[in-house]
């Protein structure tokens, strides 16, 4: 558990009433939250090796405002969170880059793979490249709707904006995925013309 019941001194009562009944609040939210966090967190460009860590950091910052949370806003809570944590993340990385002079994603992998895993490591790097490249706002409409399966009354909910807003943001993220499909099919067939 992230802390809550491992205190030194004793709570008072209140505080004690409201450690018991965040507690196993905050257990639930992570146990059924942890894996859409850590989704959302890798489709927004956090890389898969520091999602880890950028999930926990989310669920930290939960357990510090759990009485702060609404019932049934927490996916909303969680969202927010996430979408600041892998910001941060993102700019933390991008100055790692700048110190070391390398492309930390250009890193050779060791462990050989069968030839599925390398395809399917494939098709997710090119996702994640079309991913990266859309805007914030499209991409997480995006992401939410086809990868994840919310439903648009949902995602208003979750990203707090009006439902025409959404299906708005959803339709051009729809254009613009597309587009850059066909730009990227069309390059890959322009490279094996030339060849």
Known sequence: MIGLGLVATPLP??????????????????????SFVWRLLRRIGVPEGDADDAAQQVFIAASQRIADIRPGSERAFL??????????????????REDLGVDLDQQPD?????????????????????LE?????????FVLYELEQL????????????????????????EDFTA?????EARRNFGDKSQ
Request: net charge positive; proline share 5%; hydrophobic share 45%.
């Open 110 to 130: 060791s462990a050989p793979s069968p030839e599925d895993l390398l395809d399917r490591r494939r098709a997710r790097a090119m996702l994640d490249a079309l």
């Open 151 to 174: 439903t648009c009354v949902e995602i208003a909910e979750v990203v707090d904006a009006p439902l025409g807003t959404v299906a708005s943001r959803l339709r051009r993220a729809r």
């Open 133 to 141: 490249e859309m805007p914030l706002e499209l991409r997480v409409v």
């Open 79 to 96: 969202f927010s969170t996430a979408l600041h944590v892998g910001a941060r993340s993102r700019r933390g990385r991008a100055r790692k």
């Open 13 to 34: 009562q209140a505080e004690a009433k409201l450690a018991a009944l965040t507690e196993p609040r905050l257990a639930r939210l992570i146990a059924e939250q942890f």
């Open 180 to 184: 850059r499909v066909a730009r990227l």
